[in-house]
Nanobody, 116 residues
Framework: QVRLVESGGGLVQAGGSLRLSCAASGSGISINDMGWYRQTLAYQRETVAT???????EYAGSVKGRFTISRDNAKNTVYLQMNSLKPEDTAVYFC??????????WGQGTQVTVSS
């Protein structure tokens, strides 16, 4: 059973940066396409960025050019570098599988709050 642990969130001013990490334990994730998702009280879960097992990335239009997803398969970890943060990026961020329609048990997420 894979366990996902997200970290790196916090409170930052608009224009600032954060780097999120998602560590997977219990099984390797290197063969899986992975993604970062975010959720607010007002909206359903949104896919922010995805990365295939081969390293091909895709981004939501709202974050393209500001966020970068990457992975370190040796460490079973996926990262999300977030630059030029905006108040509308405020959300709880989660990582999980992407594209397959199947998901590992969701982690607790990490809260990102961007003040204006």
């Amino acid at each position: 059973q894979v366990r996902l642990v997200e970290s790196g969130g916090g409170l930052v001013q608009a224009g600032g940066s954060l780097r999120l990490s998602c560590a997977a334990s219990g099984s390797g994730i290197s063969i899986n396409d992975m993604g970062w998702y975010r959720q607010t009280l007002a909206y359903q879960r949104e896919t922010v960025a995805t990365i295939t097992s081969a390293g091909i990335t895709e981004y939501a239009g709202s974050v393209k050019g500001r966020f970068t997803i990457s992975r370190d398969n040796a460490k079973n970890t996926v990262y999300l570098q977030m630059n030029s943060l905006k108040p509308e990026d405020t959300a709880v961020y989660f990582c999980n599988q992407a594209y397959s329609g199947r998901y590992y048990p969701w982690g607790q997420g990490t809260q990102v709050t961007v003040s204006s």
